[in-house]
């Protein structure tokens, strides 16, 4: 599936991806291939984007809101830590 962060200023992270876990405002949750069409909202904390079973690249975000549908990830985050 692939995955887009984006801030206000520029795009972080394009690429493919296995999962990507998120700080959800009701708690974190991982995002993987052929998951149910979500939008939620996020709180401050760590994004962890893996690209393959033992490769993982973690991101702190200031909240901002995610989107998946059709294997398509988007994040938008208010801002980097």
Known sequence: MTLEILTPDKT??????????VPGTSGSFEVLKNH???I????DGNV???TS??????????????????N???VLAEGLG
Not at 54 to 67: A, F, N, P
């Open 48 to 50: 962890i984007i893996r």
């Open 40 to 43: 939620s909202t996020l709180e």
């Open 72 to 74: 398509k990830v988007v």
């Open 53 to 70: 079973a033992k490769d993982e690249q973690v991101m702190y975000i200031k909240g901002g809101v995610i989107e998946a549908y059709h």
């Open 12 to 21: 972080v992270y394009e690429g493919e991806v296995i999962s990507v876990t």
């Open 36 to 38: 149910a069409p979500i």
